[in-house]
Each structure stands twice: as structure tokens, then as C-alpha cells.
């Protein structure tokens, strides 16, 4: 049955929740926080101009979304157990609302820290909304086609960070390089920061407003749910789920997953400009990066037919073997064809994350939201393994750093064999 307003959906063992309209708003959900979180990548040359950083500095706009990622994602899973998966949704969307208002003492401060704290408690809030969004996503609709639904959500996913990159560049990057921030000093400097970041504070005033629309609508749909999380015990119990095989090996997989994935979108770039690859400059070699991510987007769409027809554990083994298979061409290839099979790897990444979470968390039951936490948790490996590659790149070549995001694929790739069979009723 379909819901209306002010009824209840009962779950089933085999059925899960027929709910079609509470999918459209998990969907919405996948698109707002993929497409807020890709908003980094214009906001970070905005405030590496204006506060004259250096690399390391500038990219602490995404340490500060990874460590959120770390720190919140047990506290949320606690509020998701005791307020239920829709009132949790809305309380983390009026997280992300207090995040983006926060931009306003920011501009005001003319301190490159205090942007950090305001992306850090966006960030709570995406935490807790993907801490929903991943098992409400599996719980509204038959368990056997859990893999499909949440790789046809994390495509909207993956619709947000293409779009909102584009209308973020445009808003946010047009003043860049006016004026040197380097020859301003004292009062004149804080001025200047002030001013330039007004339009930050507008784009994200903006998403404020949206993001406290969607939260009352999803509070109006907050009884649609019966209480299907198990809220008894501490939360810290959360962890031992990490004693289970087929979840722990999970958990660890995401965090190589996330790492490989972003260590790879770092490098294209530069790996593009090299002489023996296409030889081009930086700026053309990033509207390249489009491909990458465009790729999971398309292949994300595919992947929710396929996952339908064939056992999700061994799609997963063959994706990341394909992912391997591209990095040995690219390291050892030379122009468009070393190029482009790095950018094809975006293809192979596309199912990944969807499908090593709904293989984790199969047969958690009610303990799923607890599950969803840890594996949030785990999303902290897009903060580790993508230093531990340049430092590889340091001390040899990009070529050879590949290696490190090539072993994490081959993990990901027995774990799909480990797990591709259903946990059995």
C-alpha cells in the first residue's frame, strides 16, 4: 500500500515498507547532501585565495567534513535509535541549516578557522542525514532489491555533485584574484575578507532557507513510520557489531573504498598535466575531472538494473578488479589512453559504496541505524588514505601511488567474493 497523510506503514520481514513517496524523500535527501558536500571544491579555492593558504591549509575544509564524519556518526546513530529515522532526518537537516547560518559569523570574523567550525557543524548534519538516509533507503521495500534502491539513490547522489559544483563555481569563484589579498594588511585586509566572502554567506544563506522547507516536510511525515529501530542498551554497544565477519570486513572496506576514491579525484589533475599523459594546463585538465564523477553517476543507474539480476557480492568483486585493471593500464600507458582509463575507474567506483553497505548490513535487523553509525564512521578513510598516496607520490611518481588505491580495490574485491551470498533468514 501507499501512504497518505497521517497513516502509519507497518514493516514486513519480506516486504519491508511499501512507502513509494518516502523514497522520493530519501532521494531528495541523497541529493542535497552530495550536492552540499561537493560545494567544498569551489569553496576551497574561494578561501585559499582570500586567506592566502597554502595546500595543506586550504584542504582542511575537507579534514574538517571527515573528522565530523568520525566524531558525530555514533551520536547520531544514538538519535536516530531514539527519535526514529524521520524526526532524526529532520533534526539533521536543521543541523545543516544551523551549519550554513554559521557562515554568517564567518564572513564576519574575516578567520579562516571559524569557516572551518561552520563547515564542521554542516557537516554534523549531513552525518546524521546519511546515517538515515543509507538503511531507511534499504527498509522501504523488498530486502532482496535493497542493493538496487540504494545504488538508484546514491545516483542522486551523484546527480548533486555534478550540479551543484557548476552553479557553486559560477556564485561563489567569480571575484577570485580582484584583487592580491597579499597587499592588503590590518583593517583594510579584514574588510576585504568580509566583502569577498559575502557571497559565500549568500549561496549558503540560500541553501539555509531550502534545507528548513525540506526539514518541515519531512517533520510532517514523521509518524509514517512505526519505531523499527532497536533503542535499548548503549550506544556503544554499536561496536560489537564489528565482531561480525561480514559487517566488519565491511566497515573496513568503505574506509578503503572512500579513501581510494577521493586519493584518485585528488590526483587527476595533476596526473592529466604530466607531458607523457595528455600534456595539457591545470584548468583544462580539470574540466576532465567532470568525467570522473560523471562516470559513478552514470554507472550508478546501470548498477541498479544489474544488481537486480546478478548476486551484488560478485558484481562488487568484478567492478573493483576492473578498477585494478585500469590503474595497471594507466601506470603503465603513456597519452590518451593512460588518461582516460584513470578517468574510467569513476565508472567502476560507481556501485561501490551501495553495495558494500547493503552487503554489511544485511540481517542487522532493527540494530541497523547502529550499523549505518559505524559505517559512517568508516568514511574517515577519505581523510587518511588519500595523504598516505601522496606521500607514495612524493618519494616516486603518480604512477606509482596508484599502487596504494590498487591494494585497497583488491580488499574490496575478496570482500565482494567473501560476501556474495545472502546472510540466510
Not at 579534514?63 to 535509535?81: D, E, G, L, T
Not at 611518481?397 to 545472502?422: E, H, M, N, Q, T
Amino acid at each position: 500500500m501507499a501512504l497518505t497523510p497521517g497513516t502509519t506503514a507497518q514493516p514486513s520481514d519480506s516486504q519491508g515498507v511499501n512507502a513509494p513517496n518516502l523514497q522520493v524523500f530519501v532521494f531528495a535527501l541523497f541529493f542535497i547532501f552530495g550536492g552540499i558536500t561537493s560545494l567544498n571544491d569551489v569553496i576551497i579555492p574561494k578561501l585559499k585565495d582570500l586567506f592566502t593558504l597554502n595546500y595543506f591549509q586550504a584542504l582542511l575544509v575537507q579534514s574538517a567534513f571527515f573528522a565530523a564524519y568520525f566524531i558525530f556518526s555514533i551520536p547520531a546513530a544514538a538519535i536516530v535509535r531514539k527519535a526514529g529515522y524521520l524526526r532524526s532526518a529532520s533534526i539533521g537537516l536543521l543541523i545543516m541549516t544551523a551549519g550554513c547560518l554559521l557562515f554568517i559569523p564567518a564572513s564576519q570574523s574575516g578567520q579562516f578557522v571559524v569557516f572551518l567550525f561552520a563547515l564542521f557543524v554542516l557537516a554534523a548534519g549531513i552525518t546524521t542525514v546519511q546515517v538515515v538516509a543509507n538503511p531507511l533507503i534499504s527498509l522501504l521495500g523488498k530486502p532482496a532489491t535493497a542493493h538496487s534502491r540504494l545504488t538508484f539513490a546514491q545516483a542522486f547522489n551523484s546527480l548533486g555533485t555534478t550540479i551543484f559544483p557548476i552553479v557553486g563555481s559560477i556564485l561563489i569563484l567569480g571575484s577570485l584574484a580582484k584583487i592580491d589579498p597579499k597587499t592588503l594588511s590590518g583593517a583594510a585586509l579584514d574588510a576585504y575578507r568580509t566583502a569577498e566572502t559575502q557571497v559565500v554567506v549568500n549561496t549558503y544563506l540560500v541553501l539555509a532557507f531550502a534545507l528548513v522547507i525540506v526539514a518541515g516536510v519531512v517533520w510532517t511525515r514523521r509518524n509514517a513510520l512505526p519505531n523499527v529501530v532497536e533503542d535499548s542498551g548503549s550506544v556503544l554497544r554499536a561496536f560489537n557489531l564489528l565482531e561480525r565477519p561480514r559487517f566488519g570486513f565491511g566497515a573496513a572496506c568503505i574506509f578503503l573504498y572512500v579513501g581510494a576514491e577521493v586519493a584518485i579525484g585528488s590526483l587527476i589533475v595533476n596526473y592529466l598535466i604530466q607531458a607523457d599523459v595528455f600534456g595539457i594546463a591545470a584548468a583544462a585538465a580539470g574540466t576532465y575531472v567532470g568525467f570522473y564523477w560523471g562516470g559513478a553517476m552514470v554507472g550508478r543507474f546501470i548498477g541498479t538494473v544489474v544488481l537486480r539480476l546478478v548476486s551484488p557480492g560478485k558484481v562488487l568483486a568484478a567492478v573493483a578488479a576492473g578498477s585494478i585493471t585500469l590503474i595497471l593500464i594507466t601506470a603503465n600507458t603513456t597519452g590518451h589512453v593512460a588518461g582516460w582509463s584513470l578517468l574510467a575507474i569513476g565508472l567502476m567506483n560507481s556501485i561501490m559504496f551501495p553495495t558494500i553497505f547493503t552487503l554489511a548490513s544485511e540481517g542487522l535487523g532493527k540494530r541497523a541505524a547502529e550499523g549505518s553509525g559505524i559505517i559512517a564512521m568508516a568514511i574517515v578513510g577519505g581523510a587518511v588514505i588519500p595523504p598516505l598516496t601522496g606521500l607514495i607520490a612524493d618519494a616516486s611518481s603518480l604512477r606509482f601511488a596508484l599502487l596504494l588505491p590498487a591494494v585497497c580495490y583488491g580488499l574490496i574485491a575478496a570482500y565482494g567474493w567473501f560476501a556474495r551470498k545472502p546472510v540466510a533468514a
